[in-house]
């Protein structure tokens, strides 16, 4: 500890003696100096401990003089006064002790037997054991951190180990961290629930350091804490940003150990990354030996690393991540997977391939839970993978249209092969391409004042199976005036509706691009009455 007034005064050989034990005799004390100059306060330094004989006080000083004299020193950051007695005066001016007394300062009287050196080597070897001492605990923390390191806890069981030699809390943000949202890169100690009112102004610090995406430190002031931040990685390849929370600011031995502990993260998290890309790579790997038919080679390999294969009913499913977390949903899928024989999972082109057993994940709350969009196949075995995979595929498609004239399946976060098929076959071949390609082929119609009407009454039409008379009537007009609608749309579209073929492919185009689905009873604008 930093030496205080209260422990020199117990010093018994010192024979020093406390004069008003109503002051702060607990305030640090990072110097002793001596001076009698009228004016010392431009050679102190903060927390200083002031000695004087009291020269510069004459014989007719005033209250007013000593008053203005420790006003000096005080607010140039001396927290402390000793008077050398027998010098000058036989004993302390009452004046000085008052004049300190009125600012908190304590005043120690130092008899003539004691050198002011005697004071200042006490503080001196205080303030160099404080150092060694800081020093003996640097090397245990950093000891503890590499025993850490060395153990199966990994990263986390190092962070952990650094919160509890900082006496605080340390968090991994991830690089994908923005305002109001936390991501663990790893594992790390929670800035815990006293810190929850607190992570406004960290988070935001946190997502400043990410987007400015170069090495950097910096600390952020909460309510009885200071957070001290450190990026992890290289400039323009950031891993993530270490937060440490602690009572007041760090000193220089605890920057070491923080400083050790963010060069064996940046190890650990590029070594991890470096793993993690090469078993990604296995996993596709092993996905294209399984979607080629050679179930058993895939088998082997992953049977060799302690990963299983589910054998009975599967399904294929692919998922797409959310553009904005791409990372963190990526993760929580491939949890999946961990010692879990049944399921598999790779990441395929961007895209999550997820082989399992028949009812081993629900997907729907796994889409729910991290914004996922998901395509599911029917339920199949392992010697039918490539055309469970382009059934999920195009399930997909499906489920990632944003579009509006997606069919109604494509709003759902999870589609199913199934629930393709029983909308037909131009449903299952649904695409957003196919969707552009019937919204400029239906362009001629779409752009007349009264397009909209016109492919609604053609797609009533077609539902009656061509025949004149029953669509006029579900639409409210005479057959003549329907039959002036479907030239009029022929004519635009230079489409034959005579015969099965145009009929066909007009059918095929409003299914597309979902043109007057939404129509039915009577044309808008017109009368149940014929016309």
């Known amino acids: 500890m930093r030496p205080t007034v209260r422990a020199l005064v117990r010093q018994a050989p010192l024979g020093l003696r406390l004069l008003d034990p109503t002051?702060?005799?607990?305030?640090?004390?990072?110097?002793?100096?001596?001076?009698?100059?009228?004016?010392?306060?431009?050679?102190?330094?903060?927390?200083?401990?002031?000695?004087?004989?009291?020269?510069?006080?004459?014989?007719?000083?005033?209250?007013?003089?000593?008053?203005?004299?420790?006003?000096?020193?005080?607010?140039?950051?001396?927290?402390?006064?000793?008077?050398?007695?027998?010098?000058?005066?036989?004993?302390?001016?009452?004046?000085?002790?008052?004049?300190?007394?009125?600012?908190?300062?304590?005043?120690?009287?130092?008899?003539?037997?004691?050198?002011?050196?005697?004071?200042?080597?006490?503080?001196?070897?205080?303030?160099?054991?404080?150092?060694?001492?800081?020093?003996?605990?640097?090397?245990?923390a950093q000891r503890a951190v590499s025993v850490a390191a060395i153990g199966d806890g990994g990263l986390g069981a190092v962070l952990r180990v650094l919160g509890e030699q900082l006496g605080g809390s340390v968090v991994l943000h991830g690089t994908e961290v923005s305002v109001g949202q936390e991501a663990s890169v790893g594992s790390g100690v929670p800035l815990g629930s006293d810190a929850a009112v607190d992570r406004g102004p960290v988070e935001a610090?946190?997502?400043?350091?990410?987007?400015?995406?170069?090495?950097?430190?910096?600390?952020?002031?909460?309510?009885?804490?200071?957070?001290?931040?450190?990026?992890?990685?290289?400039?323009?390849?950031?891993?993530?940003?270490?937060?440490?929370?602690?009572?007041?600011?760090?000193?220089?031995?605890?920057?070491?150990?923080?400083?050790?502990?963010?060069?064996?993260?940046?190890?650990?998290?590029?070594?991890?990354?470096?793993?993690?890309?090469?078993?990604?790579?296995?996993?596709?790997?092993?996905?294209?030996?399984?979607?080629?038919?050679?179930?058993?080679v895939a088998r082997a390999i992953t049977r060799s690393v302690g990963v299983g294969i589910a054998a009975g009913p599967v399904v294929v499913a692919l998922a797409a991540p959310p553009r904005d977390s791409p990372d963190r949903a990526t993760e929580a899928v491939e949890r999946l997977a961990a010692g879990r024989p049944d399921v598999f999972v790779a990441l395929v082109d961007g895209r999550l391939a997820v082989l399992a057993g028949d009812g081993a994940v629900d997907l729907v709350a796994l889409a729910a839970a991290h914004g996922l969009r998901i395509g599911v196949?029917?339920?199949?075995?392992?010697?039918?993978?490539?055309?469970?995979?382009?059934?999920?595929?195009?399930?997909?498609?499906?489920?990632?249209?944003?579009?509006?004239?997606?069919?109604?399946?494509?709003?759902?976060?999870?589609?199913?092969?199934?629930?393709?098929?029983?909308?037909?076959?131009?449903?299952?071949?649904?695409?957003?391409?196919?969707?552009?390609?019937?919204?400029?082929?239906?362009?001629?119609?779409?752009?007349?004042?009264?397009?909209?009407?016109?492919?609604?009454?053609?797609?009533?039409?077609?539902?009656?199976?061509?025949?004149w008379d029953p669509a006029a009537r579900s639409l409210g007009l005479h057959r003549h005036s329907l039959r002036a609608r479907v030239d009029k749309v022929e004519a635009a579209l230079g489409l034959p509706l005579d015969g099965f073929a145009g009929r066909a492919e007009l059918w095929a185009l409003l299914q597309a691009a979902g043109a007057g689905a939404g129509a039915g009873g009577t044309v808008a604008g017109g009368d149940s009455g014929p016309r």
């Open 23 to 140: 002051t702060r005799t607990d305030e640090p004390l990072s110097w002793v100096h001596s001076s009698d100059l009228v004016d010392p306060s431009p050679f102190v330094a903060s927390s200083t401990m002031l000695l004087t004989t009291g020269s510069q006080f004459g014989a007719d000083a005033s209250q007013g003089d000593y008053d203005a004299w420790v006003g000096r020193v005080v607010g140039a950051g001396v927290v402390a006064l000793g008077f050398g007695a027998g010098v000058h005066r036989p004993q302390t001016p009452v004046e000085l002790v008052l004049a300190a007394s009125a600012h908190g300062v304590p005043v120690v009287e130092v008899p003539w037997r004691t050198p002011f050196i005697a004071v200042a080597r006490w503080a001196a070897d205080q303030l160099a054991e404080e150092a060694r001492e800081r020093d003996r605990w640097t090397l245990r």
């Open 205 to 296: 610090e946190v997502a400043r350091l990410v987007r400015r995406g170069a090495r950097a430190g910096s600390t952020v002031t909460v309510p009885g804490a200071v957070v001290s931040l450190q990026t992890l990685g290289r400039r323009d390849g950031l891993r993530g940003v270490l937060a440490v929370r602690t009572p007041g600011e760090l000193d220089t031995a605890a920057r070491a150990v923080l400083t050790s502990v963010v060069a064996l993260a940046e190890v650990t998290l590029e070594r991890d990354v470096a793993r993690l890309r090469g078993q990604r790579e296995l996993w596709r790997q092993v996905w294209s030996l399984l979607v080629a038919g050679q179930v058993e």
């Open 377 to 467: 196949s029917d339920v199949t075995d392992l010697d039918h993978l490539a055309g469970a995979a382009a059934q999920a595929g195009r399930a997909l498609a499906v489920a990632t249209s944003s579009g509006s004239a997606a069919p109604q399946a494509a709003e759902e976060a999870v589609v199913t092969w199934a629930s393709l098929a029983a909308g037909g076959l131009v449903a299952a071949l649904w695409s957003e391409g196919a969707a552009e390609l019937a919204s400029a082929r239906l362009g001629p119609v779409l752009a007349l004042p009264d397009g909209d009407e016109l492919l609604a009454c053609c797609r009533r039409w077609l539902e009656h199976n061509g025949a």
